[in-house]
């Protein structure tokens, strides 16, 4: 069977055979391109990538291939975890040198504006930063704890960031 056949089987009888077969067929590819771009968050990429053909196997445009379709949603991944990676850094840099220009008793008085900044957050943008930027986790991680997408989770983490602010 050709991919799309394997794809139009899978969005008509919702099985998982001829997804399982997509991965199988495909995995090495992604990975391989993830790896190139990403690093060691190569795994996290496929994962979203997959999970993302999961969900949009119906619409997936007949013109091009799915492999074409899987590498270029891997691009986009690759590119959204540099800039989220990119944005973690800056802010942890920001922490810290804030953290060193302030005597103790100012950083606790800092850090309780903080508490209660991110108390004060709707509970879906408070989980968010807290499971993103507390626990360090990465926006794969906080979307599959949350259990939605990762462009959800990426949004609710800044909009509870913009908030905060």
């Not at 001829?18 to 995995?27: D, K, N």
């Not at 309780?112 to 499971?131: C, F, K, M, N």
Request: proline fraction near 1%; hydrophobic fraction near 40%.
């Amino acid at each position: 069977m050709t991919d799309r056949e394997l794809l139009d089987q899978y969005v008509a009888s919702g099985e998982q055979q001829p997804f399982g077969e997509l991965v199988r067929r495909h995995m090495n590819m992604l990975h391989a391109a993830a790896r190139r771009q990403v690093g060691d968050a190569a795994d996290d990429v496929v994962q979203a990538v997959f999970m993302l053909l999961s969900q949009k196997a119906g619409s997936v445009s007949r013109k091009a291939s799915v492999a074409g379709w899987l590498y270029s949603a891997a691009r986009y991944c690759c590119a959204n975890i540099r800039r989220m990676e990119q944005r973690r850094q800056r802010h942890e840099r920001e922490a810290a040198s804030m953290a060193n220009q302030l005597p103790d008793d100012k950083a606790e008085k800092i850090l309780g504006i903080l508490d209660q900044a991110v108390a004060a957050l709707g509970w879906r943008e408070r989980e968010a930063v807290l499971l993103r930027y507390l626990e360090a986790k990465s926006i794969e991680e906080t979307a599959r704890e949350l259990g939605i997408s990762s462009d959800a989770a990426a949004k609710r983490a800044e909009r509870g960031l913009e908030r905060m602010r």
